[in-house]
Nanobody, 128 residues
Protein backbone atom coordinates (compact mmCIF):
# COMPACT_ATOMS: atom_id res chain seq x y z
CA UNK A 1 0.00 0.00 0.00
CA UNK A 2 1.39 3.37 -1.04
CA UNK A 3 1.20 6.23 1.46
CA UNK A 4 1.96 9.91 0.94
CA UNK A 5 2.63 12.36 3.76
CA UNK A 6 2.96 16.08 3.09
CA UNK A 7 4.62 18.63 5.33
CA UNK A 8 5.85 22.21 5.22
CA UNK A 9 2.70 24.28 4.86
CA UNK A 10 2.02 27.42 6.86
CA UNK A 11 1.36 31.14 6.81
CA UNK A 12 3.60 33.38 4.72
CA UNK A 13 3.46 36.99 3.59
CA UNK A 14 3.02 37.90 -0.07
CA UNK A 15 6.35 37.65 -1.86
CA UNK A 16 7.61 35.05 0.58
CA UNK A 17 8.67 31.44 0.10
CA UNK A 18 7.76 28.01 1.41
CA UNK A 19 8.99 24.51 0.67
CA UNK A 20 6.61 21.58 0.83
CA UNK A 21 7.75 17.98 1.18
CA UNK A 22 5.97 14.73 0.36
CA UNK A 23 7.35 11.40 1.47
CA UNK A 24 6.07 8.41 -0.50
CA UNK A 25 6.28 4.98 1.09
CA UNK A 26 5.29 1.47 0.16
CA UNK A 27 6.19 1.14 -3.48
CA UNK A 28 8.56 1.67 -6.40
CA UNK A 29 8.83 5.43 -5.96
CA UNK A 30 11.28 6.12 -8.75
CA UNK A 31 8.84 4.76 -11.36
CA UNK A 32 5.81 6.78 -10.24
CA UNK A 33 4.46 9.96 -11.72
CA UNK A 34 4.13 12.22 -8.66
CA UNK A 35 2.37 15.55 -8.69
CA UNK A 36 1.18 18.48 -6.63
CA UNK A 37 -2.37 19.76 -6.76
CA UNK A 38 -4.14 22.45 -4.77
CA UNK A 39 -7.67 23.28 -3.77
CA UNK A 40 -8.91 26.65 -2.56
CA UNK A 41 -12.23 27.02 -0.70
CA UNK A 42 -15.17 26.78 -3.08
CA UNK A 43 -12.97 25.82 -6.02
CA UNK A 44 -12.11 22.60 -7.79
CA UNK A 45 -8.83 20.84 -7.22
CA UNK A 46 -6.32 22.13 -9.73
CA UNK A 47 -3.03 20.93 -11.15
CA UNK A 48 0.16 22.63 -9.98
CA UNK A 49 3.07 20.49 -11.17
CA UNK A 50 4.02 16.88 -11.81
CA UNK A 51 7.14 14.83 -12.35
CA UNK A 52 7.21 11.68 -14.41
CA UNK A 53 9.08 8.77 -12.88
CA UNK A 54 12.07 6.96 -14.36
CA UNK A 55 13.83 10.17 -15.35
CA UNK A 56 10.93 11.77 -17.15
CA UNK A 57 10.11 15.44 -17.44
CA UNK A 58 8.48 17.87 -15.02
CA UNK A 59 5.46 19.94 -16.01
CA UNK A 60 3.98 23.10 -14.49
CA UNK A 61 0.71 24.98 -14.56
CA UNK A 62 1.07 28.36 -16.27
CA UNK A 63 0.03 30.11 -13.06
CA UNK A 64 3.10 28.87 -11.17
CA UNK A 65 5.71 28.61 -13.93
CA UNK A 66 8.82 30.56 -12.99
CA UNK A 67 7.82 30.77 -9.33
CA UNK A 68 7.46 27.13 -8.24
CA UNK A 69 10.01 24.35 -8.67
CA UNK A 70 9.36 20.66 -8.15
CA UNK A 71 12.17 18.25 -7.40
CA UNK A 72 12.43 14.64 -6.35
CA UNK A 73 14.98 12.71 -4.32
CA UNK A 74 14.70 9.06 -5.26
CA UNK A 75 17.07 8.04 -2.46
CA UNK A 76 14.67 9.51 0.11
CA UNK A 77 11.42 8.64 -1.71
CA UNK A 78 10.51 12.30 -1.38
CA UNK A 79 9.33 15.08 -3.66
CA UNK A 80 9.60 18.76 -2.90
CA UNK A 81 7.76 21.86 -4.01
CA UNK A 82 9.75 25.06 -3.65
CA UNK A 83 7.35 28.00 -3.83
CA UNK A 84 8.76 31.50 -4.32
CA UNK A 85 7.13 34.88 -4.89
CA UNK A 86 3.96 33.63 -3.28
CA UNK A 87 0.73 35.49 -3.93
CA UNK A 88 -2.57 35.53 -2.02
CA UNK A 89 -4.06 33.58 -4.95
CA UNK A 90 -1.75 30.67 -4.05
CA UNK A 91 -3.65 30.16 -0.80
CA UNK A 92 -5.03 26.62 -0.80
CA UNK A 93 -4.67 23.13 0.59
CA UNK A 94 -1.82 21.51 -1.31
CA UNK A 95 -1.98 17.80 -2.03
CA UNK A 96 0.70 15.40 -3.15
CA UNK A 97 -0.50 12.59 -5.42
CA UNK A 98 1.03 9.55 -7.10
CA UNK A 99 -0.05 7.61 -10.16
CA UNK A 100 0.79 4.07 -9.09
CA UNK A 101 -1.51 1.83 -11.12
CA UNK A 102 -0.96 3.56 -14.45
CA UNK A 103 1.47 5.86 -16.22
CA UNK A 104 -0.66 8.80 -17.35
CA UNK A 105 -0.37 9.79 -20.99
CA UNK A 106 0.94 13.30 -21.48
CA UNK A 107 -2.41 14.77 -22.54
CA UNK A 108 -3.99 13.60 -19.26
CA UNK A 109 -1.12 14.17 -16.85
CA UNK A 110 -2.74 17.29 -15.37
CA UNK A 111 -6.01 15.53 -14.47
CA UNK A 112 -6.52 14.64 -10.79
CA UNK A 113 -8.36 11.43 -11.76
CA UNK A 114 -5.14 10.06 -13.25
CA UNK A 115 -3.65 9.83 -9.74
CA UNK A 116 -4.77 6.97 -7.52
CA UNK A 117 -2.93 7.72 -4.27
CA UNK A 118 -3.21 11.00 -2.35
CA UNK A 119 -1.80 12.58 0.74
CA UNK A 120 -3.86 14.28 3.42
CA UNK A 121 -2.98 17.79 2.27
CA UNK A 122 -1.18 20.71 3.87
CA UNK A 123 -2.53 24.25 4.20
CA UNK A 124 -0.68 27.15 2.60
CA UNK A 125 -1.93 30.63 3.44
CA UNK A 126 -0.46 33.73 1.82
CA UNK A 127 -1.56 36.83 3.65
CA UNK A 128 -0.20 40.02 5.16
Amino acid sequence: QVQLVESGGGLVQPGGSLRLSCEVSGGAFRTYTVGWFRQAPGKEREFVTTSRGSGGNTYYADSVKGRFTMSRDNAKNTVYLQMNSLEPEDTAVYYCAAAVGIRPILSAIRLPRMYDNWGQGTQVTVSS
